[in-house]
């Protein structure tokens, strides 16, 4: 999948050479450390906090590869103090003795020299670039990035859902799909979502490898902002004319305050459409049309039975544990000149095979109990009957 952007409907992740590097340096970076003897290990970490002290100085390295070589080298540290010393017994805690020393006093030491580097993903984006923050704040810190204080309810004290919660990489923030009490579905915010204290608004950042970007949505007019903003990672507080909140704190971790009215008005808007008892994103939904555009089969010979492939779609989506499961992977029912099979395909498409230029054909599908494709065949005699136990598992809806 491509590299996330504001607009998109997809889940954001990095490419795979990105992904492959990124492997590749916690791979090396942790046999390094646990390689070398001690006190080169040592030397190692002490070069960290020097390479620390001249990224908060003169902002010469990228943050992102050095927070990978911050988190594997004191792994790598704690594995060669275990393998030094003679008992396992005593090895083990040692290890993690020295592993949570080495961390814990990094971070001391970041505290200690005010880090405040520059990085890809703090960098404000397009025309923000050129617009400084109107003020900052010093109130209480909203959510992290990284989870665990998702909004759970609106301020009319109704249920929020999220119906997808997941890490950008290993260790990275958290991207979480939100379905509103009403069946707005919201994709790809983030776990420091917040609403405005008068309810209209919910706001959120919009987690990515690259330029972060932030949405509002109007709940009053049922309209999705995407606005070009990449300064929140974290949305401390959204009153009813300003969003409060700051960049990455594994930086600089600086707070800014922007008028609601300003993101807006430079933002590019977005209605939904209502699907079942669910609202979706048009983007959404014609994506989704797209993807799987519904094609008949082919017709059979003269004399043949119509044979279709429905559709299907329960009358409540939200309810489902995936609510967005049956559109992602459309269920279709099959029908038999206009009479129900009560079989079913987990397609777009319902191939089947006509057999000898007369009205019997077969095709693979699955019982509604049961999530196994078989192949059948159908006769105006028989209906339908097995010509092969032999079942393939298919997974059946969350």
């Not at 190692?44 to 990224?55: K, P, T, Y």
Request: charged share 20%; hydrophobic share 40%.
């Amino acid at each position: 999948m491509a590299e996330n952007t504001n607009d998109s409907t997809e889940r954001p992740h990095a490419s795979k050479w990105h992904m492959l590097a990124e492997f590749a340096v916690i791979v090396l970076v942790t046999w390094a450390s646990a390689k070398l003897p001690l006190q080169w290990g040592l030397a190692g970490w002490l070069s960290i906090a020097l390479f620390e002290w001249l990224q908060s100085r003169f902002t010469v390295l990228r943050t992102h590869w050095l927070s990978l070589v911050k988190l594997c080298w004191p792994i790598g540290l704690g594995i060669r103090t275990a393998l030094e010393v003679p008992h396992l017994v005593l090895g083990i805690p040692a290890g993690i003795g020295v592993w949570a020393i080495s961390v814990l006093a990094l971070e001391a030491f970041e505290r200690r020299i005010g880090l405040r580097p520059r990085t890809v993903e703090s960098e404000p984006a397009g025309q923000n670039a050129e617009r400084p923050a109107r003020a900052v704040h010093d109130g209480p810190r909203g959510g992290s990035a990284w989870g665990g204080d998702e909004p759970v309810q609106t301020p009319e004290n109704e249920p929020v859902r999220v119906i997808c919660a997941e890490e950008i990489a290993m260790g990275g923030p958290v991207v979480c799909d939100f379905l509103l009490p009403d069946g707005i579905v919201l994709l790809n915010g983030g776990a420091s979502a917040r609403f405005s204290r008068d309810g209209r608004y919910f706001v959120s950042p919009m987690p990515s490898r690259g330029a972060w970007g932030l949405y509002v949505f109007d709940r009053r007019e049922r309209v999705l902002y995407h606005c070009r903003e990449s300064r929140f990672w974290e949305l401390d507080e959204v009153s009813e004319t300003d969003v409060k909140g700051r960049v990455s704190p594994l930086t600089h971790d600086q707070p800014s305050v922007v008028p609601l009215a300003e993101l807006i008005a430079t933002a590019r808007p977005e209605r939904f459409v209502a699907v079942q008892d669910l609202w979706l994103q048009d983007s959404l939904v014609e994506d989704l049309a797209k993807r799987h555009a519904h094609e008949e089969p082919p017709p059979g010979p003269p004399g043949s039975p119509v044979v279709e492939c429905r559709h299907w779609l329960p009358e409540s989506l939200r309810t489902l544990d995936d609510p967005l499961a049956l559109l992602r992977r459309p269920q279709g029912d099959i029908f038999v000149d206009g009479v129900a099979t009560g079989l079913k395909v987990f397609s777009k498409t319902l191939t089947i095979d006509w057999c000898g230029g007369g009205p019997t054909f077969i095709c693979t599908a699955m019982a509604a109990d049961d999530y196994a494709t078989r192949r059948r065949q159908w006769s105006a005699e028989h209906g339908f009957t097995l010509i092969d136990d032999t079942a393939s598992p298919v997974s059946p809806p969350p």
